[in-house]
């Protein structure tokens, strides 16, 4: 069986009470449980500047 490592982008909209740790645990649980993964986890967060939409 091949493994491979599949990289992910995801863009959040965060309210300021919402934990942006948090809910990429609760995302990498998901994917976890949704598709049996063997691993899930987040490499990275960076915070955007809202005055850049882009």
């Known amino acids: 069986m091949a493994r491979w ?3 992910v982008k995801v863009e959040l909209d965060l309210g300021e009470d919402e934990k ?3 809910t990429a645990a ?3 649980r ?3 449980k949704l598709y ?3 691993t899930a986890e987040v490499s990275s967060l ?3 500047d809202p005055k850049n939409n882009s």
């Open 5 to 7: 490592d599949l990289y």
């Open 20 to 22: 942006p740790e948090r």
């Open 26 to 28: 609760e995302i990498c």
């Open 30 to 32: 998901m994917i976890r």
């Open 36 to 38: 049996g993964v063997r």
């Open 46 to 48: 960076i915070e955007r």
